[in-house]
């Protein structure tokens, strides 16, 4: 099985920044795309940003120009960079993965436990 590990979480100030990782372990033959979801009290959990095994990211509207996606393959970790956080920002943040266990199975979708951001105005 693949556990994703969530860290960097925390309570800041709007305006400031926070950096989130997620590192990927156990049995993993390869990881294609990469993600990170958030949500927040009363409402769906929404997808903030997603990144393929090439590098190539996708963004939430709402997060555009602010938050910046990343990941080392060789690391199994991705990372989410945030910057000029708002209020609305805050949210408990999932990391998401495709991978699979041996070169020839199927894919599997996982998620992470969750890691809490909270920005104060």
């Known amino acids: 099985q693949v556990q994703l590990v969530e860290s960097g979480g925390g309570l800041v100030q709007a305006g400031t920044s926070l950096r989130l990782s997620c590192a990927a372990s156990?049995?993993?033959?390869?990881?294609?795309?990469m993600g990170w979801y958030r949500q927040a009290p009363g409402k769906q959990r929404e997808l903030v940003a997603t990144?393929?095994?090439?590098?190539?990211?996708y963004y939430a509207d709402s997060v555009k120009g602010r938050f910046t996606i990343s990941r080392d393959n060789a690391k199994n970790t991705v990372y989410l960079q945030m910057n000029s956080l708002k209020p609305e920002d805050s949210a408990a943040y999932y990391c998401?993965?495709?991978?699979?266990?041996?070169?020839?199975?199927?894919?599997?979708?996982?998620w992470g436990q969750g890691t809490q951001v909270t920005v104060s105005s």
């Open positions: 998401n993965a495709d991978a699979r266990t041996t070169p020839w199975g199927r894919w599997r979708n996982y």
């Open positions: 156990g049995i993993i033959a390869s990881i294609s795309d």
């Open positions: 990144i393929s095994s090439g590098g190539s990211t």
